[in-house]
């Protein structure tokens, strides 16, 4: 999350920027990563409902879920301040 809220200030600045060439790459590149995020979500959720079930709290899942889409997001921010 530290990684997210650091990278907004450039990513600010980099919206001020853009061209609509980078305005495409910048959401196919968002778009793949949330993708990506939603399939990772999807593929443990057997796991993290043994998780659920054996600790009785639904609180890891919602925070697993959030700090791996927030990552994925500063890692395609990331990924389009190097491309």
């Not at 980078?22 to 043994?50: D, H, K, N, T, Y």
Request: no cysteine; glycine share 4%.
């Amino acid at each position: 999350m530290a990684l997210a809220i650091s990278a907004l200030p450039a990513f600010l600045f980099m919206l001020l920027t853009i061209t609509s060439f980078q305005i495409e790459i910048f959401f196919g590149v968002v778009f793949f990563w949330l993708l990506l995020s939603v399939l990772m979500v999807i593929l443990l959720l057997p796991f993290a409902w043994g998780f659920y079930n054996q600790r009785k709290t639904f609180g890891y899942l919602a925070l697993f879920t959030v700090i791996f889409t927030l990552g994925n997001i500063a890692a395609a921010m990331a990924a389009y301040a190097l491309f």
